[in-house]
């Protein structure tokens, strides 16, 4: 029990403490000045201990009856006024106890002490999520799976009540506080060497801001995922240091960007997500015109990415939507006089356009409007902006050619930055590539090595992580290729599915690093795979034994080691 929780204790309860010691006093002083009578009739006066005992039973309303002798009439005549305050008394005792008890001050109390006790126990990484909901929530479900903690801090005693009712397991501390309070952060771990990052995905872009202030104030060392949706702001968040922002807007313009120009990288990024596998129908939209339904800032990213790639754009306001929205530069590209939808659409010449875009908050008016255009334009390729997981399997039905998820992209992306970086890593270095067919040939050569259903691993060269390795460097001098990890541990001239995708070496990064490249300490290997290729690298890369049987092609021993000097 803290301080503050223990003096709430004392004082709520010095006043029936004070009642319970001065009844008992005052019937212990009685029963000790009163005289009785012993059995052979002599004077008897109780001692200190038959005093107290007799007090205690009575005022339990346990009833023992008259010890150590039968009681005079003086006696009889004390112990029934007794009875009646002491009993009293712990009446009032108990009832102030009950109370105590149900005081929100205590509790609160309580369970941050709870909670400090339960962050100084975790012995491994852990993640601080600012706020329960169902983006947190998933992020946490991920997080569990890949083997690392979170920790929520949320002032909305129903959530916390729902978290606990997910059960989570690893069990997730939660913290009752505003996450307004710098403290809290402290509380939750901040400073702690096991803290792997804060994440702030609030609605609100300044409450986000203050907390990347806060945190990057009380550890400047602390990664962060901050959530944003102007573009001003995400290059403040990065001018602060603020590792991970994410924009779910510019993030669903960047995917519209590689649908258009390299639809296999779009592929690549959505199955390392985990939202798609390698064998999904690719969808390279087409150039031409598009047709934008609804504004607002989604629709103004959008905007940019389609004239950047040469498209015509024609925007439809919606009937509910306020044309102040749309900047007075752009107001030509609006159409705004149809009476209902469908003749805003006509109006906006949907027969000759190539595809249309509904972002509005509203997945029934997007749906509606998406629908209404293809039976105008039958061949018209439909891009939707989905609000509600719920209705995901209605827009499946609907067979929307592309459907994007703010809320999913969030989780996704949050996710692969913080629990696989160096899968996010890959991906970023990808984009940057200037031929648009890399990402094919990188697609098709994991699918023809490995198959459609392969698994991304990393490992580090160090002393705990890769001692085999570390030890053949260091120890033996020996030189070690990347090849070694591709090894079988069944036959060692056989290669098992395996492709390395990223090597990183101090403040370089190599994409897709040949086999015969020499590893050094500290590099940070990212591999493609399936099981057997991913357990058997792991192995060699730890066991002397795999590691010496991989290299050398034949089984360590002790006769080797004696006499031929290997290992």
């Known amino acids: 029990m803290n301080n503050s929780a223990l003096f709430i204790v004392l004082n709520r309860m010095r006043a029936p403490l004070m009642v319970l010691i001065i009844t008992y006093t005052i019937a212990l002083i009685g029963f000790l000045l009163i005289e009785g009578q012993d059995d052979h009739g002599n004077i008897y006066h109780m001692n200190i201990f038959d005093a107290f005992y007799v007090v205690t039973y009575t005022a339990t309303t346990i009833g023992f009856g008259e010890i150590p002798y039968e009681f005079t009439y003086g006696q009889r005549i004390w112990m029934s006024m007794m009875v009646y305050?002491?009993?009293?008394?712990?009446?009032?005792?108990?009832?102030?106890?009950?109370?105590?008890?149900?005081?929100?001050?205590?509790?609160?109390?309580?369970?941050?002490?709870?909670?400090?006790?339960?962050?100084?126990?975790?012995?491994?990484?852990?993640?601080?999520?600012?706020?329960?909901?169902?983006?947190?929530?998933?992020?946490?479900?991920?997080?569990?799976?890949?083997?690392?903690?979170?920790?929520?801090?949320?002032?909305?005693?129903?959530?916390?009540?729902?978290?606990?009712?997910?059960?989570?397991?690893?069990?997730?501390?939660?913290?009752?506080?505003?996450?307004?309070?710098?403290?809290?952060?402290?509380?939750?771990?901040?400073?702690?060497?096991?803290?792997?990052?804060?994440?702030?995905?609030?609605?609100?872009?300044?409450?986000?801001?203050?907390?990347?202030?806060?945190?990057?104030?009380?550890?400047?060392?602390?990664?962060?995922?901050?959530?944003?949706?102007?573009?001003?702001?995400?290059?403040?968040?990065?001018?602060?240091?603020?590792?991970?922002?994410?924009?779910?807007?510019?993030?669903?313009?960047?995917?519209?960007?590689?649908?258009?120009?390299?639809?296999?990288?779009?592929?690549?990024?959505?199955?390392?997500?985990?939202?798609?596998?390698?064998?999904?129908?690719?969808?390279?939209l087409p150039k031409g015109k598009y047709v934008v339904y609804g504004f607002g800032k989604l629709g103004r990213k959008i905007y940019e990415v389609l004239t950047r790639n040469g498209i015509e754009v024609v925007f439809i306001k919606p009937l509910i939507e306020d044309i102040s929205v749309v900047p007075k530069d752009m107001l030509h590209l609006v159409k705004t006089e149809g009476r209902d939808e469908k003749e805003l659409l006509i109006e906006?010449?949907?027969?000759?356009?190539?595809?249309?875009?509904?972002?509005?908050?509203?997945?029934?008016?997007?749906?509606?409007?998406?629908?209404?255009?293809?039976?105008?334009?039958?061949?018209?390729?439909?891009?939707?902006?989905?609000?509600?997981?719920?209705?995901?399997?209605?827009?499946?039905?609907?067979?929307?050619?592309?459907?994007?998820?703010?809320?999913?992209?969030?989780?996704?992306?949050?996710?692969?930055?913080?629990?696989?970086?160096?899968?996010?890593?890959?991906?970023?270095?990808?984009?940057?590539?200037?031929?648009?067919?890399?990402?094919?040939?990188?697609?098709?050569?994991?699918?023809?090595?490995?198959?459609?259903t392969p698994l991304t691993f990393g490992t580090i060269i160090n002393k705990d992580k890769s001692f085999a390795i570390w030890n053949s460097i260091v120890n033996k001098k020996r030189k070690v290729t990347l090849d070694v990890l591709r090894r079988s541990r069944k036959d060692w001239t056989k290669t098992n599915k395996i492709v390395p995708l990223l090597l990183i070496r101090d403040h370089r990064k190599f994409l897709l690093p040949d086999w015969d490249m020499e590893i050094q300490l500290g590099d940070k290997i990212l591999f493609v795979g399936d099981k057997e290729a991913k357990e058997d690298s792991r192995w060699i890369a730890k066991n002397i034994y795999e590691f010496f049987y991989v290299y050398f092609g034949k089984e360590k021993n002790l006769f080797n080691k004696i006499f031929k000097g290997n290992y």
């Open 85 to 284: 305050a002491t009993v009293m008394g712990w009446f009032y005792s108990l009832g102030s106890l009950v109370s105590l008890f149900q005081d929100k001050h205590l509790q609160a109390q309580l369970a941050e002490a709870r909670f400090r006790k339960q962050i100084k126990n975790i012995n491994q990484k852990f993640l601080i999520v600012l706020g329960y909901n169902y983006t947190t929530s998933e992020i946490i479900k991920k997080a569990n799976l890949e083997g690392v903690r979170t920790v929520v801090i949320e002032k909305d005693a129903n959530k916390i009540n729902e978290l606990y009712l997910e059960n989570f397991t690893p069990s997730v501390p939660c913290l009752m506080s505003d996450v307004h309070d710098p403290e809290a952060l402290v509380k939750a771990g901040l400073n702690s060497p096991n803290c792997k990052a804060v994440i702030s995905l609030f609605e609100d872009d300044n409450l986000n801001l203050q907390v990347a202030l806060n945190s990057k104030f009380l550890n400047k060392n602390v990664k962060l995922a901050i959530k944003t949706t102007t573009h001003s702001q995400s290059e403040d968040l990065k001018d602060l240091g603020v590792e991970v922002v994410e924009n779910p807007y510019e993030i669903i313009a960047q995917q519209i960007d590689l649908a258009l120009r390299s639809p296999h990288l779009l592929l690549l990024e959505n199955w390392i997500h985990g939202v798609s596998t390698l064998n999904e129908k690719i969808l390279k």
């Open 348 to 452: 906006s010449d949907i027969m000759n356009a190539n595809a249309i875009i509904a972002r509005t908050f509203s997945d029934t008016l997007n749906l509606s409007i998406l629908t209404s255009a293809r039976k105008l334009n039958p061949d018209i390729i439909t891009i939707s902006r989905e609000n509600e997981l719920a209705d995901l399997s209605v827009f499946r039905n609907a067979k929307i050619d592309m459907v994007f998820l703010p809320t999913k992209v969030l989780i996704d992306k949050t996710t692969t930055a913080l629990i696989s970086p160096y899968s996010h890593m890959f991906l970023e270095l990808m984009k940057n590539v200037e031929n648009p067919e890399y990402a094919q040939e990188v697609v098709e050569r994991i699918v023809n090595k490995i198959g459609l």
